[in-house]
Nanobody, 123 residues
Framework: QVQLQESGPGLVKPSQSLSLTCTVS??????????WTWIRQPPGKALEWMGA???????YYSPSLKSRTSFSRDTSKNQFSLQLNSVTPEDTAVYYC???????????????WGQGTQVTVSS
């Protein structure tokens, strides 16, 4: 059973960068044909797909966040990470990492979810 766990700071100041890491257990992030995704949910709003990294390292970004977002992965630690730059209070949200057993970039169905981590942007 694949398990995902988000980690990172719970509070970030405006204009700074937010960095989150998703640690994967029970499976490899390079296993065929998985996809590894970041999703967030601002308070009172719908889930928002931020982007994904495929099993073979291809990266896909949400067009609305692409200019501020960077994804990476560390295969030796079985982790993938998100960096969101120039944050504002509108970036306050619960951030989730998710996984698809058969990656489809346009699909919003996930086989596995992390528990989510609250990130608040405030001075």
């Amino acid at each position: 059973q694949v398990q995902l766990q988000e980690s990172g700071p719970g509070l970030v100041k405006p204009s700074q960068s937010l960095s989150l890491t998703c640690t994967v257990s029970g499976g490899s992030i390079t296993a065929n044909y998985y996809g590894w995704t970041w999703i967030r949910q601002p308070p009172g709003k719908a889930l928002e797909w931020m982007g994904a990294i495929s099993f073979d390292g291809k990266i896909y970004y949400s067009p609305s966040l692409k200019s501020r977002t960077s994804f990476s992965r560390d295969t030796s630690k079985n982790q993938f990470s998100l960096q969101l730059n120039s944050v504002t209070p509108e970036d306050t949200a619960v951030y989730y990492c998710g996984a698809q057993r058969r990656f489809k970039v346009n699909s919003r169905d996930y086989d596995y979810w992390g528990q989510g981590t609250q990130v608040t942007v405030s001075s």
